[in-house]
C-alpha cells in the first residue's frame, strides 16, 4: 500500500514539473532581445503580461496568427530551418525582439516576457494620470503626452508636438538641483520634463505638490524616493499657453 501510494506521489510531481516546463519566463527590458527555442511542429504562444500586442513583423515565411480578445500571437514555424527573428509590439510602446530557433525536440511551448520595472512605471503613471483627468479628451491627450516625455522622443521621433531642447537651471530646493531639460507642445498641451538630482546628505522624498501651480493638468515624477547623489525625471503637464 505504502509503494502504491509513493508511486502516485511521483506521477503527479511528474505532471506538475511538465506543466511548468509548458512556459519560457523572461524578464526582458525594451528593445531587447530574446533568444528561445521553440517546437517545430506544435503552436508557440507568445505573450507580454499585462500589455496585449499590437503590431508584429517578420520576414520568416510563417504565418502569424493573433487573439484580438488577449492580445496574445500563435506561431508554427514547420518546415523553417535555422533561427529567424520575430519584432512585437505592445500597448504600452515597448517593443521586443525574439531570436526563435526552431527545434523537433520541443513540445507545445509558450514564451512569456514579463516587461521590467521602467515599463511597469511608465504603464502605472499614464493609468494614474489618467484616472485624475475627467474630461476624455485631455485624457487622452495627456496620456500620451506622458508616453511621449518618458520615451524622451525628440523631433526626429515624434509628430504632433514641438519639442524645444532647454537645458536650464531652475531654482527650487536648497542642495537640490533642478533643471528643466526640455517642452514639448502642441495646440492642447505643453509638457515639461525636469531633471532632479539630490545633493543632500539623506534620502529625499519628493512630492508632487511642489510641482503645481495655477493651470498644472498632471504631475508624475518617475523615482520619488531619492537617494543621495541620485537623479530622477519630473514630468510636468499644463494647459497649452498660447502666442
Known amino acids: 500500500m505504502m509503494i502504491r501510494k509513493l508511486f502516485f506521489t511521483i506521477l503527479f510531481v511528474g505532471i506538475l514539473i511538465n506543466s511548468a516546463l509548458a512556459e519560457q ?7 531587447q532581445t530574446i533568444h528561445a527555442t521553440i517546437s517545430t511542429k506544435e503552436l508557440t504562444r507568445i505573450q507580454v503580461s499585462g500589455f496585449p500586442i499590437i503590431k508584429a513583423f517578420t520576414s520568416a515565411p510563417i504565418v ?10 500563435y506561431i508554427l514555424p514547420d518546415g523553417i530551418k535555422g533561427s529567424f527573428n520575430i519584432f512585437i509590439v505592445d500597448k504600452n510602446g ?3 525582439n525574439l531570436n526563435l530557433v526552431p527545434s523537433k ?7 512569456v516576457i514579463i516587461p521590467d520595472g521602467a515599463s511597469v512605471k511608465r504603464a502605472r503613471l499614464a493609468q494614474s494620470i489618467n484616472n485624475k483627468m475627467s474630461n476624455n479628451t485631455y485624457s487622452r491627450n495627456v496620456n ?8 524622451n522622443a525628440d523631433t526626429n521621433t515624434v509628430s ?10 531652475v531654482p527650487m530646493w536648497k542642495n537640490m538641483t533642478t533643471n528643466l531639460l526640455r517642452q514639448y507642445s502642441n495646440n492642447l498641451l505643453d509638457g515639461f520634463v525636469y531633471s532632479v538630482i539630490n545633493e543632500t546628505n539623506e534620502r529625499v522624498l519628493l512630492d508632487e505638490a511642489k510641482f503645481y501651480h495655477k493651470g498644472i493638468l498632471a504631475v508624475a515624477i518617475e523615482n520619488p524616493s531619492l537617494d543621495v547623489g541620485n537623479a530622477t525625471r519630473v ?7 498660447g502666442d
Do not use: C, W
Open 235 to 241: 514630468f510636468v503637464i499644463q494647459e497649452h499657453i
Open 144 to 151: 500620451e503626452l506622458i508616453q511621449v516625455m518618458y520615451m
Open 64 to 73: 502569424i496568427k493573433k487573439d484580438s480578445t488577449t492580445g496574445q500571437l
Open 94 to 96: 515597448d517593443n521586443f
Open 25 to 31: 519566463i523572461y524578464q526582458a527590458k525594451t528593445g
Open 105 to 111: 525536440n520541443y513540445a507545445g511551448d509558450s514564451i
Open 160 to 169: 504632433g508636438y514641438e519639442v524645444m531642447d532647454i537645458n536650464q537651471a
